[in-house]
């Protein structure tokens, strides 16, 4: 029997999630919201289903066993607590919340109700970067560096930090979850962040125009990860681990370069992170298995917690941040 799946958000990365589950025989798409009711209903038209503009009426009105939410950062709480109240499983697009004080009231009822739940954190399941984290195993990590530079999203709440929580809570939680998955969790943060351009091109313009965050992790490594929006033309991430023996650069989602001792390799990506993701999060909901969700909502509120520690950190001046200070 199929998995019933509803969309929340039919916008952008949401097009990527409605590509892949469309094409898995085991997934069946049936009802779509969004706040603009015309690209629910193109939804509909194109996959097969129901439109709606009020989640609730969706949830009510709709015999669903999971959710894909795609919504902006602001906008989850709500429906997360409405699907645990339902007993619906749910692929969540990263980040799961703006802040950790409404991640975590979702997570504690996530577990009551014991439901599956993966966060779309695709370069875990890309095979450059499982290989990368296989050849990091066994040697002692002392260094990471990871960048992502770009330019701003042409979507208005994404330039406002109360909707967005920033470039690196809305961008870079893509690299900051590589290094965590890459190389182990982070105990505390330091950060710096400079807001003197952008906010003179838009006047609701509040988030850091670049930000630089210096990490040690609970294994006794230390990074440093930038990320910046003022680059206009040019787009650009990747993740650098540097270990006894071993050095690893990941390209984005693109594919490693590594020197060793044996000399220099490279490797390109050959699973995509989006079909892959799609693929456990419906495996999981029909058998149960949670062996390959290896993002779930309690890990991905820890990759928002190092965030917000970078944005506390600024806002305080440079200020050590401790995660478990965050975590409670």
Request: aromatic letters at 8%; proline letters at 2%; a negative charge.
């Amino acid at each position: 029997m199929s998995v019933r799946i509803g969309f929340i958000g039919t916008g952008g990365i949401a097009q990527s999630h409605l590509q892949t589950l469309s094409g898995n025989s085991d997934a069946q798409l049936i009802a779509y919201c969004d706040l603009d009711l015309e690209r629910a209903q193109k939804a509909a038209e194109e996959y097969g289903g129901n439109a709606y503009r009020d989640f609730e009426k969706m949830l009510d009105g709709e015999e669903l066993d999971a959710l894909v939410i795609c919504t902006p950062p602001f906008a989850h709480g709500d429906i997360e607590l409405a699907a645990c109240e339902q007993g619906l499983h749910m692929l969540i697009e990263k980040p799961v919340a703006v802040s950790t004080d409404v991640a975590l009231k979702i997570l504690e009822a996530v577990e009551t109700a014991g439901l599956t739940t993966l966060v779309a954190y695709k370069y875990r399941w890309e095979d450059h970067v499982q290989k990368g984290r296989d050849m990091l195993a066994d040697h002692t990590i002392g260094l990471v560096f990871g960048n992502f530079w770009g330019s701003i999203p042409g979507v208005g709440w994404w330039r406002v930090k109360s909707q967005s929580g920033g470039q690196m809570i809305e961008q870079a939680t893509h690299i900051v979850d590589m290094a965590r998955f890459m190389v182990g969790d982070v105990q505390r943060v330091q950060a710096f962040g400079t807001l003197q351009a952008m906010n003179k091109v838009y006047p609701d313009f509040d988030v850091w125009d670049a930000t630089v965050a210096n990490l040690e992790f609970t294994n006794g490594a230390v990074g440093t990860i930038s990320s910046t929006c003022l680059s206009e033309k040019w787009w650009q991430s990747s993740l650098r681990v540097i270990a006894q023996k071993v050095m690893v650069d990941v390209n984005g989602g693109e594919g490693i370069n590594w020197v060793d001792q044996d000399g220099e390799g490279e490797y390109e990506r050959q699973v995509d992170g989006y079909q892959r993701e799609a693929e456990v999060f419906v495996e999981a909901v029909m058998t149960g298995d949670r062996s390959e969700v290896y993002s779930d909502y309690a890990d991905a509120v820890r990759t928002l917690a190092v965030t917000e520690a970078t944005n506390l950190s600024i806002e305080n001046g440079g200020e050590v941040v401790e995660i478990n200070d965050i975590l409670g």
